[in-house]
């Protein structure tokens, strides 16, 4: 099976999901998204997938929001939006069977939440890890539900005011992802990981991820943060200044 911008392949019991977008280092669009949900609506009623791996076609997992698409604070918008029913990012964080993400290269802002919506994150050593969204004049709003919990209040702290690039070593430390592997090995580490998985009963499962998740809420704080940033200048002059390869001018 497989879209413009999203591959899915099975393989021993588990649905590998790709963003296909090497081009632009997986940058995820609103075509994507849309995309992307659609797969993961498909492989959550398929009875013989037991595990649902994410990761990139190329270099990298995902570089984040894609600027230059138009359509992209659309985007950002829906995603938060939990009743609207299109929300990728929900449907990702709520789908009842475990989710891994393979990190092959750059988890940068919008791509990195994406991950981090996921039950578990393995990591090449070549990964880099990083949240860019007040670097544009936003903000990032997923790891505004769930970093802190990942990481500790003054850590996420840190990684989001900073927006600094850290190590899969480093990420790894710090709690924010589970495994780091050499480069070559990572898509065997995921599925010792999906093998060990299918051991264990689908209903327990699902239950015990819907229960650990049980407190993930806050999309409604982070729709209003983002329509906050969304409704001023900043935003914009974040999204041009990226595309024209200078520094912003804030507003204040």
Not at 173 to 190: F, Q, S, Y
């Amino acid at each position: 099976m497989s879209d413009k911008n999203i591959l899915c392949e099975k393989r021993n019991n588990a649905a590998i999901i790709k963003f296909n977008r090497p081009e632009k280092k997986n940058a995820l669009s609103l075509e994507l998204m849309e995309e992307l949900r659609g797969v993961l609506e498909s492989v959550e009623n398929d009875d013989d997938v037991r595990a649902v791996v994410i990761t990139g076609v190329g270099n990298a997992f995902s570089s984040g929001a894609d600027l230059a698409d138009l359509q992209t604070f659309q985007m950002m918008e829906q995603q938060l939006d939990a009743s609207s029913g299109k929300s990728t990012m929900i449907k990702l964080i709520n789908l009842e069977k475990p989710t891994i993400a393979a990190v092959n290269g750059y988890a940068l802002g919008h791509g990195l939440e994406c991950a981090l919506m996921c039950d578990i994150i393995i990591a090449s050593d070549k990964a880099v890890f990083g949240f860019i969204g007040p670097l544009r004049g936003s903000v990032c709003p997923y790891a505004m539900i769930r970093l802190a919990d990942e990481v500790g209040r003054a850590k996420a702290k840190e990684l989001l005011f900073t927006c600094d690039r850290i190590s899969a070593e480093e990420a790894l430390r710090i709690g924010l992802i589970n495994k780091v592997v050499p480069h070559e090995k990572l898509m065997d580490a995921v599925f010792e990981i999906v093998e060990r998985m299918k051991n264990s009963a689908p209903l327990a499962t699902k239950l015990t991820k819907q229960a650990i998740n049980r407190e993930l809420g806050g999309y409604e704080y982070s729709l209003k943060a983002f329509k906050e940033v969304a409704a001023g200048g900043d935003i914009i002059e974040g999204a041009v200044a990226f595309l024209e390869k200078r520094q912003p001018k804030w507003s204040e």
